[in-house]
């Protein structure tokens, strides 16, 4: 593995927060970095003055209004008044943080974009232009695992900006945070696991897909009863519904700021392989995924599927509802194995040497697209601190299993790592 990839950013100004006037409390400073952020009640506390910041006796504007007006100092002395009365040191203090974190998280995305190229590295970070986002409110499923069949309930739930998406298994006891990171995955024999000590989160590939495809960047995943997330219809469809039951709001940190949403730009090839399997990326403007797959049976044989990531409805259209398939000749072999206990014939193609049991299709290359749904679950692990975890690239695999997706994570991750 040769160095080629870096974080690449743009420079990124986040957008300055409009002056507030002086006549609004602290409280509703919040406001000016997501007025999105209206929609959660519960965490919004200053709605009554939103009404104020465009205000026409707003006193900035008034100053700016009549600067050429002879009695202009009296007018200045009259806002210092003003602002000293209403709290201006909350306001600047707040202010002051707010610009010092957006300059310094500016400068150094510059720096490393910098550094990146005159090191000829293979990565850099690079803008989308989107601040972080997370859920507006908690949803809940619940079903069967694939692998385990235990029954399993599953609720997403909002997150911080910077805090990314993570697994908290609740039990008798509430254990920590699994981070949805290629460091920790344990297990990827049909299915990707994450595990931290004795807890584990089986298959959470249909899930992480979802919430990457559609830009659901920080997250806090509840699990009860069985440690598997549930495998609903077998596609990443029901978890694209129940994000958008809720909706989607612009994630703020503990301070009240967004962050922007940054990704990994590869500048040259990295790839991995397995025999004839392999996962490779290679720069690219946009973010695109090829995937190829070629099986014995004549009902799949080769397919080749290419998604461009433009916006999230192309991963919800094209995407999304293909569904897990499997092998009918493998099927007594794999539940001897203890796996896919929970398959059934609702929840999972099945394919046999006559073709498939279940017909019709969703999409003629279902089981190729849904190689690809797979391939973004499991690219969603390269995703750090609330930034995307598909990087502006063109990933093109072919006939790559979980094992090879997560060891191409890893490439990724270590070549942002060494510049
Ligand atoms: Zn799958």
Redesign the pocket.
Known sequence: MTKGLCYHSSPFPPPPPPPPPPSMSSKSLRFFSSPQHRRRHHHYRGEKNQHHHHHHHHPLLSMRWRASSSNLSRRISHLFAHFANKSFGIWSQQHTTLFTRGCLSDLSCQSTYLTSLSNNVLTSKTETGQPQRTLSGPVTRMGKGLHSGEESTLTLFPATAGEGRYFVYMNDIVTEKISASADNVVETRL?TCLGIGHTKVRTV??LMSALEGIGVNNCRIELRGGQEVPLLD?SASQWVKAVEEVGLSIAQDRHGCQLPALSLKVHKPIFVFDGDSFVAAFPAPATRVTCGIDFPQQAIGRQWFTWYHCNNASYKSEIAAAR?FGIYEQIEQLQQAGLIKGASLDNALVCSESGWLNPPLRFPDEPCR??L??LV?DLALCAQSGHLGLPVAHIISFKASHSLHVKFCKAILQAAKDH
Request: proline share 0%.
């Open positions: 299915s590939e249909h077998g897990t849904h190689k749904l797979d679950g």
